[in-house]
């Protein structure tokens, strides 16, 4: 479906979807939705309701998820980092080079639809589409292609001469810093989604601002009493509650540059709550006789520089928001020691196991263990062969040894005060189909790219998880 240039002109966009990574749908849609008017409208003229992720629920790969409808299983994505091959230090970055299916932008590109793609995150390097892209916070610097078509970059530099393509080590104490950089990477974005709709005619419009999920991250302790490290009358109190308020006028702004019949979807990719500790994985595996150590660790270390006797290890695993478990078996590792035939049962066991690992009170702390053949459609890549999440994603997998400890209170990446959690949000508004504050329950984030293209007339792909929306 095509509109005609007249008509794109004066529907332009038809289509802008505003991806807030990490927001938190308990603060949108009950705590703060007073303060929030531009949202607020959004979902009492709309539809909404909060949005399930993937699993795992962070970022990469839940924005390629969520514009592919495929799953990590399918994409071969199972995080931010991911082993490249069998071997044991083999983890690294996956860019967008990872993702080999079309996401909405190239099947509305291939439908002849003109599409800006504004910091999406699993855009980085550039992929080429059918109008303009910006890549997303994968991009190593500015000094590397990181626009489509590459002279955009030129233009792009001229509006912002600092242009800022992540909020630089949000993970520190220099908390001004950070919160400046957060507040200019906003408005660069949304700056530059305005000058693309009053120069260009976009028929689909997507952007994503990675500053929500920075300022979670930052100072979700200085407003939560819940919190482990609280800080009350923190000078930062309300500097979540605030960006949240700026976010939501810079909405406001932006949808004034839209037509009166541009279709809306706000949406975050996961969401947010306070973190409450960290499990140290790898310790538990070497207490539990499944992970063995050629030398003793008397400070905690990365496992990767740690002396692992790979002839006595089972097992061993990755830290970060959620757990991984890797088994060593015998001939997919370079030194497997697991016979394949008992691998089904080494698994079963390991699972079994963690589920019984206790709170730090001794009460129970809700461990759920995921095999990648029972949730995904289908296993590409080296996956984990275990996923963990530790109470709701409450607490974070700790790969690091030499702690001598199984909880911590502190991460070991560096200051953080926030986890994701499993469920984001979405808020759609059609003003050709208004639903009056409709709330959609039971949405998975698999479920937006069929839904949008199903409102369009658009044929989806075949193999798609998601289901249609009654938006």
Known sequence: MTSSPLSSRIHSPRLLIIGLDCMEPSLVFEQWRADLPHLSRLMSLGSY???????????????????????????????????RDRGYQSMAISDGRAVRVPRLWDILGDAGWTVGVLSVPGTSPPPAVNGCLVS????????????????????????????????????????????NSIYALCDQRFTLAEKWLAQSCFDFLMLVDMGVDRIHHAFWKAMDPRHPHYQPDSPYANAIHDYYCYIDRRI?????????????????????????????????????????????????????????????TQAWAAGGYY????????????????????????????????????????????????????????????????????DDLAWRSIGTVGGGTLYTTENDTGPDDANHAPFGLMIFYDPQRPQQGQIIE???????????????????PPGLRGKVLPV
């Open 442 to 460: 039971g949405a998975q984030l698999y479920d937006i790219l069929p839904t949008l293209l199903a409102r369009y007339g658009i044929a989806a």
């Open 323 to 390: 757990g991984r478990i890797f088994l060593n078996v015998q001939g997919r590792e370079p030194e497997g020691v697991v016979p394949l035939a008992q691998y089904e049962q080494v698994r079963n066991q390991l699972a079994e196991q963690l589920q019984q690992l206790p709170h730090p009170s001794g009460s129970s702390l809700n461990i759920r263990v995921f095999q990648p053949q029972q949730i995904y459609q289908k296993v590409r890549g080296v996956a984990p062969d275990l996923i963990v999440y530790f």
């Open 136 to 179: 997303c916070f994968l991009t190593p610097n500015p000094e590397v292609p990181y626009t489509h078509p590459p002279e955009l970059a030129a233009q792009i530099q001229n509006w912002f001469p600092k242009f800022l393509l992540d909020v630089p080590e949000f993970r520190s104490e220099e908390k001004d810093r950070i919160l």
């Open 49 to 83: 309701g909060r949005l399930e992720s993937c699993i795992p629920a962070i970022t990469v790969p839940a924005w390629s998820c969520m514009m592919s409808g495929r799953d990590p299983g399918e994409l071969g994505i199972y995080g931010f980092r991911n082993r």
């Open 252 to 312: 406001g702004a932006l949808l004034q540059q839209c037509s009166d019949q541009t279709a809306v979807l706000v949406v975050s990719d996961h969401g947010a709550q306070p973190l409450m500790g960290g499990i140290c994985l790898n310790e538990w595996l070497i207490q539990q006789g499944y992970l063995t150590l050629a030398e003793p660790v008397t400070e905690p270390l990365p496992l990767d520089r740690a002396a692992v006797d790979w002839s006595r």
